[in-house]
């Protein structure tokens, strides 16, 4: 998670902002690039497929997460192989 919120406040769409009292306390907020960002993405998933996957076993579940972990790995290998060629 730290990675990612890395690469987020790289390109400048969150800041991390510590708690004065407590310093191991951050609090992450969107930028106004972040917000602009969130406003132009697409819509939340659609009901019907949060309906869908509350009816495949738990099993079936572990798997797509299971998978979307993987994409989610790739995807920032790849984000770092760039950032490393700059």
């Known amino acids: 998670m730290t990675g990612t919120i890395d690469r987020l406040e790289q390109k400048e769409l969150v800041r991390r902002v510590r708690n004065p009292p407590d ?3 951050i ?5 106004e690039a972040g917000k602009k960002l969130a406003r132009n993405a697409p819509p939340p998933i659609r ?3 949060i309906d869908g996957l509350k009816r495949l076993p738990k099993s079936e579940i572990e798997k797509i997460i299971h998978g979307l972990e993987m994409f989610v790995d790739l995807i920032d290998m790849q984000e770092m192989e760039v950032e490393q060629s700059n």
């Open 47 to 49: 009901q019907e497929i």
């Open 23 to 25: 310093r191991r306390m």
């Open 27 to 31: 609090t992450i907020s969107l930028t």
